[in-house]
């Protein structure tokens, strides 16, 4: 599986972006995706994920209500909405898959990972 990630930038605070992260490789598994985010020195931490079957969702809490995960699976590409973004979403942001039941979403222990793609929010 590779997983090629796009749409960082540089936008000021309040403003959106999208992220977007293409799946590509092995099919016919049922993959969870997700994103994380890393800050320079500390570890990855999860930020979204997103069920095989798209019917189920999981945020970390200091995005909830203003980011949005949504998948395409005849795009084989996951999407991270991004809104009223603030200067602490400053991060490299890494979109992952995870083999995993239909309806689970992980929020760990991924095994598949895209390059990084940096967000810098401007005050």
């Known amino acids: 599986v590779q997983l090629q990630a796009s749409g960082g930038g540089l936008v000021q605070a309040g403003g959106s972006l999208r992220l977007s992260c293409v799946k590509s490789g092995r099919t016919g598994r049922s993959y969870a995706m997700g994103w994380f985010r890393q800050y320079p020195g500390k570890l990855r931490e999860f930020v979204a994920g997103?069920?095989?079957?798209?019917?189920?969702?999981r945020y970390a809490d200091s995005v909830k209500g203003r980011f949005t995960i949504s998948r395409d699976h005849a795009k084989d590409t996951v999407y991270l909405q991004m809104d009223s973004l603030k200067p602490e979403d400053t991060a490299v942001y890494y979109c992952?898959?995870?083999?995993?039941?239909?309806?689970?979403?992980?929020?760990?222990?991924?095994?598949?990972w895209g390059q990084g793609t940096q967000v810098t929010v401007s005050s």
């Open positions: 992952g898959a995870k083999y995993y039941t239909i309806t689970g979403v992980p929020t760990t222990q991924y095994d598949h």
């Open positions: 997103i069920s095989w079957s798209g019917e189920n969702t």
